[in-house]
């Protein structure tokens, strides 16, 4: 079992959908990073997260320890959304361990 | 300046070139990270520096040779590759270890080896 897991795998969705991706860890962590990566891309770094809820723009992150859980929300979809989302945590204070990524397609 | 910065974008090589992947930031970041990625894949961790010093090396082959000449600037070393070495490689940094606060990717390059 992966330490780190996300759903939906993949999500696809029309232009103005609000979009949630699930994250769901297994252990103690330090921070939790909500990233973006485009097609054959490098990666985007979207938020980082240790307790409570961030806001950037349409994009809302949020994160309960207690529950080892974070959400993250996309409002009013765009096409320029559709990416692959990452959740990665912070383990040990020196390594990020990865979820395998949510694949958001938002059609127009 | 908030970017790390990663050359080239794209590297062809083949089995018995040496060849260089370069990273760079200015930020005063004092941690910096390689991450190998195959296609639709999660990124793996090949090392951490921490004030220039090697501090994780995920028991990467000896082909793949880190190299940290300041703290601005991370190289990965590429000898004798082979051919399921082609991924994309991504370099990062982070204020320090262990808060990893600010941590930034550099957009990549894509390596392939023929």
């Known amino acids: 079992k992966n330490e780190v897991e996300q759903s939906p795998q993949n999500l696809t969705a029309q232009e103005g959908e609000f979009i949630t991706i699930n994250c769901s860890y297994s252990v103690g962590i330090s921070a939790l990073h909500w990233l973006q990566q485009h097609p054959g891309g490098g990666i985007v770094s979207l938020f980082m997260l240790s307790s409570g809820k961030k806001k950037h723009g349409r994009l809302i992150a949020t994160i309960n320890i207690q529950e080892k859980h974070s959400s993250l929300h996309i409002t009013a979809s765009h096409p320029r959304d559709s990416a692959v989302y990452i959740c990665a945590v912070m383990v040990g204070n020196e390594k990020l361990t990865f979820g395998t990524g949510t694949r958001l397609t938002i059609i127009p | 300046d908030t970017e790390v910065t990663q050359t080239p974008k794209h590297l062809v090589m083949g089995m018995t070139n040496k060849k260089s992947l370069k990273c760079e930031q200015h930020?005063?970041?004092?941690?910096m990270y390689w991450y190998k990625q195959k296609a639709k894949k999660p990124p793996e961790l090949m090392f951490v520096y921490s004030y220039e010093k090697l501090s994780i090396n995920e028991s990467v082959p000896s082909r793949f040779s880190p190299e940290c000449p300041n703290s601005s600037l991370l190289n990965l070393h590429l000898h004798a590759l082979q051919p399921e070495d082609s991924a994309l490689y991504l370099c990062?940094?982070?204020?320090?270890?262990?808060?990893?606060?600010?941590?930034?990717f550099g957009s990549g390059t894509r390596l392939t080896v023929v």
């Open positions: 930020m005063g970041h004092r941690a």
């Open positions: 990062a940094s982070s204020q320090d270890l262990p808060t990893a606060t600010g941590y930034t």
